[in-house]
C-alpha cells in the first residue's frame, strides 16, 4: 500500500488538474489490484483457524487500513485543490499549498506505518495476547 501511494500528493503538486485526473486513476488501479502486505497479513492472521489469535493484533490491522483510507482522502483533498485552483486563479494559493503539505506530509510521515503495523500482524505477535489478565 505504502508503495503505491508514495510520492502521489508531491507528483500531483507539479502536475497540472488536468493531468492529475490520468495520476489519479493510475494510483487507483494499483490499489486496487491487491495489496500483497495486506493479503499476508490477513493469510496469516487466520492461518491457526483460531478467532483469538486472528483478533490478537486487530488494533494494528485496524490501523494499517485506517491509514489506507486516509490516504484516499488525503489524495481526494489535493486532486480537489488542484482542480479548483486550476478553474478559479483567485483561489488561495496559500490555502492550497498548506492542503498538497499536509497531503505530502501525510505520504511520508504516516503512511509507512502500514508496513510496520502489518507486519506485526502477519508474525502472529502474541506479545499482548500473552499477558494475564491480572497483569494489568
Known amino acids: 500500500v505504502a508503495a503505491a501511494f508514495a510520492g502521489v500528493a508531491p507528483a500531483l503538486a507539479r502536475v497540472g488538474a488536468s ?11 494499483r490499489a486496487t489490484d491487491g495489496d500483497p502486505a495486506a493479503g499476508a497479513a490477513t493469510h496469516a492472521a487466520w492461518s491457526t483457524g ?6 490478537a493484533n486487530a488494533v494494528p490491522y485496524m ?18 485543490s488542484l482542480v ?10 496559500a490555502a492550497g499549498a ?17 508496513a510496520a503495523w502489518l507486519g506485526v500482524v502477519e508474525r502472529r505477535d502474541m ?8 497483569s494489568f
Open 127 to 134: 506479545t499482548c495476547a500473552d499477558f494475564p489478565e491480572e
Open 98 to 114: 498548506g492542503r498538497l503539505g499536509a497531503a505530502r506530509y501525510f505520504y511520508q510521515y504516516e503512511l509507512p506505518k502500514i
Open 19 to 29: 493531468r492529475a485526473a490520468g495520476a489519479a486513476e493510475r494510483t487507483s488501479a
Open 63 to 80: 490501523q494499517a487500513f485506517g491509514h489506507t483510507v486516509l490516504a484516499w482522502i488525503w489524495l481526494d483533498v489535493a486532486f480537489a
Open 50 to 55: 483460531q478467532p483469538g489469535d486472528a483478533l
Open 84 to 93: 479548483s485552483q486550476e478553474a478559479d486563479a483567485t483561489k488561495s494559493v
